[in-house]
């Protein structure tokens, strides 16, 4: 089976080669060195200081909440869709008075209209945004006017960008990034990611496995607090080598090359309305014969993911990252037409 899914995504060769040997003991400077590679690698992704821990993307998004808010205060979040709606609800479990900017599926509210919203919201702290809404394939590529707009009203801004970066770059400074390893960084899940580009904020209990500070003090060691995700940093060392050595502006092309052969070959209504918030990561169509669509494919070889949320029943979804060739594009082009067309 070959996976085009929102992720874990179809692993190079050469990834699952790097991850399928005995764990270094983390305290050894073998194990340092590697791992002081990976962060410098890091840095060449995006803005900020890389952070790993253990954890998926919904363990970096809470990571990112718990070290930035403080249970009280006031934070907009950007609603338009599945992940958008889970990132208000770990505000929520943080105790945060969560205001919610609730767009239509299928697109990203402006910027102007979130600056005007984010000034009528009184001592607002924080702004939240998804990045790549994986649920609708959507992204917002508004970050640095939404940046300009925190920046204005003294929040800060957290984003998660865990089905985007580094296949959909952040040319930008941002305050807080969360993200993960299982998707458009090659590797398999088990290593949560953070770019910081702000000290965390949080006075209020954070919880050790979480605490930010606890991180940033030991990266002058190349160490962690706890023990990292090792098999997956070793996993890293091979997809960012491959990501670096291609760039990540050629990356990023691959990824919309890719995403665009399904756009303009499926003859399904794509969820996002506008070409400008288009995934080039996860695209997602609207259907209503989504599994039969699923089912055949994996006849043919190839696993996609059903829809989320208010269209789970009526929506399919093809991820774009991974291991994968414009010929398998090509053949789920032709499969899913040939479902579509009975």
């Known amino acids: ?24 003991f983390h305290r050894t400077d073998e194990f340092r060195e590697i791992f002081r590679e990976v962060l410098d690698k890091l840095t060449k992704i995006t803005y900020g200081t890389p952070i790993i821990a253990p954890g998926t993307g919904t363990f970096a998004v809470d990571m990112m909440v718990y070290n930035y808010v403080n249970p009280g205060e006031n934070v907009a979040v950007l609603v338009y869709g599945e992940f958008s709606e889970r990132l208000a609800e770990s505000l929520e479990s943080r105790g945060a008075k969560v205001h919610r900017i609730k767009w239509d599926i299928g697109d990203v509210p402006p910027p102007d209209i979130v600056e005007d919203l984010c000034k009528r919201i009184p001592n607002i702290t924080a702004i939240a945004m998804v990045h790549n809404e994986t649920s609708t394939g959507v992204t917002n590529r508004y970050i640095d006017k939404i940046q300009n707009v925190a920046d204005s009203i003294g929040a800060v801004l957290l984003i998660d960008s865990v089905s985007a970066l580094p296949a959909e770059p952040i040319r930008c400074r941002v305050d807080v990034v969360a993200t993960a390893s299982q998707k458009a960084f090659l590797a398999p899940p088990g290593a949560a990611i953070l770019f910081i580009s702000r000290e965390p ?17 030991m990266l002058s060691r190349n160490e962690t607090p706890y023990t990292p995700p090792i098999n997956v940093i070793y996993g890293l060392t091979v997809s960012l080598n491959y990501i670096l050595s291609i760039g990540i502006e050629r990356y990023h092309e691959i990824h919309r090359e890719r995403a665009e052969i399904l756009y303009k070959g499926i003859e399904l209504e794509p969820i996002p309305r506008k070409y400008i918030v288009r995934s080039y990561t996860v695209t997602a169509f609207y259907t209503d014969r ?20 208010e269209i789970r029943d009526r929506s399919i979804r093809i991820g774009v990252m991974g291991d994968i060739t414009v010929d398998d594009l090509n053949k789920v082009v032709e499969v899913v037409n040939r479902v579509v067309n009975r």
Do not use: C, D, F, W
Not at 203 to 209: A, I, K, W
């Open 201 to 217: 904020r949080s006075n209020n209990h954070v919880p050790p496995s979480m605490a930010l500070r606890k991180y940033l003090k």
């Open 290 to 309: 989504s599994k039969e669509i699923i089912s055949e494919l994996k006849r043919y070889g190839y696993v996609i993911a059903g829809g989320m949320g």
């Open 1 to 24: 089976m070959k996976y085009l899914t929102p992720g874990p995504v179809q692993l190079p060769e050469a990834v699952i080669k790097a991850i399928a040997r005995q764990p270094h």
